[in-house]
């Protein structure tokens, strides 16, 4: 079993970042992928970006440029940098080592 617990939302204006941290404990494989989700109310979650175990990476289009996703294999921890956050940015963020998922961290951007 594997427990992943997000951290680091909040409450930020147009501009400003946000670091999410996931931490993961529990029976680990090494090297599986990390990924962050976000969902809005009513709609489904959408891809977010992921990290491999060789560190290369995948982001949505929408979040290109402003995010960055990383992990600490040492630590069981991964991150997702955010910068430039938009209104549109705002959503619940999941991070997840498939099939296993955290309970999300709320991130709002609002002037």
């Known amino acids: 079993q594997v427990q992943l617990v997000e951290s680091g939302g909040g409450a930020v204006q147009p501009g400003e970042s946000l670091r999410l941290s996931c931490e993961v404990s529990?029976?680990?494989?090494?090297?599986?992928?990390v990924a962050w989700l976000r969902q809005t109310p009513g709609k489904a979650r959408d891809f977010v970006a992921h990290i491999r175990s060789d560190g290369s990476t995948d982001y949505s289009d929408s979040v290109k440029g402003r995010f960055t996703i990383s992990r600490d294999n040492a630590q069981n921890t991964g991150y997702l940098q955010m910068n430039n956050l938009k209104p549109e940015d705002t959503a619940v963020y999941y991070c997840g080592m498939p099939p296993y998922w955290g309970r999300g961290t709320q991130v709002t951007v609002s002037s």
């Open positions: 529990g029976t680990i494989v090494s090297g599986s992928l």
